[in-house]
């Protein structure tokens, strides 16, 4: 099963939406981790085999965070003034047509209309 780390900047309500989709998710904030550099989170992530769902474009920096190196990065793409629950939509829409195999150490990056995945 995939276990997402979400960070901070994700909406609250999208470690439940991912649960009741089959997913685990760690939403930083319940693990004292609010504010954190991307660096902590990072190696959180890492320490708990699981992939990060951010928005942050410094999780993106592939010279910062090559590929292959991890378990797992989504990096999504919206608007900042699109609805949580159409986000929390886009997302599950998203993740439902990838497979475990295309999270390893692989860079996705999520939008309203598309899907990109940059492999190791």
Not at 18 to 24: K, V
Not at 29 to 41: A, K, M, P, T, W
Not at 60 to 66: A, D, E, K, L, V
């Amino acid at each position: 099963m995939i276990c997402f780390v979400i960070d901070e900047d994700m909406p609250r309500s999208t470690g439940k939406i991912l649960e009741q989709n089959g997913y685990q998710a760690k939403d930083i904030r319940d693990y004292g981790l609010r504010g954190s550099s991307d660096e902590i989170i990072y190696e959180f992530a890492q320490r708990e085999k699981s992939v990060i769902l951010t928005g942050d474009k410094g999780f993106g920096n592939i010279s910062r965070i090559p590929i292959g190196t991890h378990c797992g990065i989504v990096l999504t793409r919206f608007p900042n003034d699109m609805p949580t629950d159409e986000i929390n939509r886009h997302i599950i829409e998203k993740l439902s047509k990838l497979e475990e195999k295309d999270f390893k150490g692989n860079l996705i990056v999520i939008d309203s209309e598309k899907i990109r995945i940059r492999n190791r």
